[in-house]
């Protein structure tokens, strides 16, 4: 029987992952030409709120529930724990959403900005978490890689032939949040319906739920923090009302997405680095971090260096990135690299989430007010460099806290 985390599968899970996370970005010229540049700052906005929103609804789940669902006996209890815990999270989340993105919009673009906050926040109830777990990359294809590149194709599409940008997040959340909630009724109902069984079996599942919005809370944290780090500049620079604000919308779009592959690549990583014996792990780990090395030079040299003029080519006229902007874009997405295989593959594989936490924090702390101060200089390239030098020392930070779990265990001396 083939390993359920081997070479193969997490090539095919990376893969997938990959494309399904990056499929908005294909779509990013069109939308882009029929948004213009004044509309395409309130999408932005909307996306990087529902991206906010995803993580807050998600509840960690994809930090630890990779790991979790590994270990298991019963996978699709943890499923059912993650659904109703998320599904409680959402109650309060999405009208939260609603009203920041309504109040948090430009001008005209209120409509915009909140269908796009909510089509971008649907991710939070989606399972390619679970499936990595399982190491079944079929199922990422067919519930995630597959709706999300047919939503996004086709919204942008359906968006250019109306002429009107807001078609294409209504299209994305409809079909979108079809596929995860087909998926999240497949995978989690009990295989026999009807029964007095199956209804004390939902019963003591909402109490399981209730319970892991403790045990998931550090986890839920880890993931907010981050989120709200690395999409709180653009909302910053929309609240002083920066005329830096159309300038850095593109780079902070495209840089994303640099940022969604990179995590991709490292969920994919998480059930293969925990299914291992713990003496072993270290091995696995090290690779893992090698991998998002490399990822992260190669990835962040591109963006240095061709950000410039690929944004403006693919975006069209309006859309520009200096070369100073792109270089340090270049070193964020290489900082947070780093961050990503020392956070998720190491600290998350060994239950480590404490110290993940104190990282994320720190950077979600001092993001405020640094690009609050760099908006100052009246230049997209400060505020980016603000965020390149915190993304070095979250990498920093975590670090410290990861080596000891790149080294090999000490053996037990015999008495």
């Not at 390619?128 to 990359?137: M, Q, S």
């Not at 550090?218 to 709180?232: C, G, W």
């Not at 900082?335 to 190491?346: D, I, P, R, T, Y």
Request: net charge positive; charged share 10%; aromatic share 8%.
């Amino acid at each position: 029987m083939a390993d359920a985390h081997g070479g193969r599968q997490i090539g095919s899970l990376m893969t997938l992952a990959v494309v399904a996370a990056l499929s908005p970005l294909f779509v990013l010229p069109l939308v882009a030409r029929v948004a213009g540049p004044t509309e395409f700052v309130g999408l932005a906005l909307g996306q990087a709120w529902g991206t906010l929103a995803t993580t807050v609804i998600m509840y960690g789940w994809t930090v630890t529930g990779p790991t979790q669902v590994t270990q298991s006996a019963r996978p699709r209890e943890v499923l059912r724990a993650s659904l109703v815990s998320r599904l409680i999270v959402s109650l309060v989340a999405l009208p939260l959403l609603v009203i920041v993105a309504a109040l948090a919009s430009p001008v005209g673009q209120t409509q915009l900005s909140i269908l796009s906050s909510l089509a971008f926040s649907v991710q939070g109830m989606g399972l390619v978490w679970y499936f990595v777990g399982l190491g079944r990359p079929k199922y990422v294809a067919l519930f995630d890689t597959l709706p999300r590149l047919v939503a996004n194709v086709a919204g942008a599409t359906l968006a250019w032939l109306t002429n009107s940008v807001i078609v294409y997040p209504l299209f994305v959340l409809l079909v979108y949040g079809a596929a995860i909630l087909a998926a999240a009724i497949g995978f989690s109902r009990p295989k026999r319906w009807g029964r007095l069984a199956e209804v004390a079996l939902l019963r003591s599942q909402l109490i399981i739920g209730i319970a892991a919005l403790k045990s998931q809370w550090r986890s839920a944290s880890v993931a907010s923090t981050l989120t709200f780090f690395e999409t709180v500049p653009l909302s910053i620079l929309g609240v002083l009302g920066s005329p830096i604000i159309n300038g850095y919308a593109p780079f902070d779009r495209v840089l994303k997405y640099g940022y969604v592959g990179v995590y991709m690549v490292s969920s994919s990583f998480q059930g293969w680095v925990a299914s291992t014996v713990a003496r072993q792990m270290y091995v696995r780990r090290r690779y893992a971090i090698l991998v998002h090395i490399i990822l992260g030079v190669v990835g962040g040299g591109a963006f240095a260096t061709m950000a410039p003029v690929l944004v403006n080519l693919l975006l069209g006229p309006g859309f520009d990135i200096d070369l100073p902007t792109s270089l340090w874009g270049g070193v964020a997405l290489c900082a947070m690299s780093l961050s990503a295989g020392l956070g998720l593959n190491v600290l998350a594989s060994a239950g480590d989430d404490r110290h993940y936490f104190q990282a994320t924090a720190t950077g979600a702390v001092l993001i405020v007010p640094a690009v609050v101060f760099a908006a100052q200089f009246g230049t997209v390239a400060a505020v980016a460099m603000s965020v390149a030098l915190i993304q070095l020392l979250i990498a920093g930070i975590l670090f410290i806290h990861a080596r000891p779990l790149l080294l090999p265990p000490v053996p037990h001396e015999k008495d």
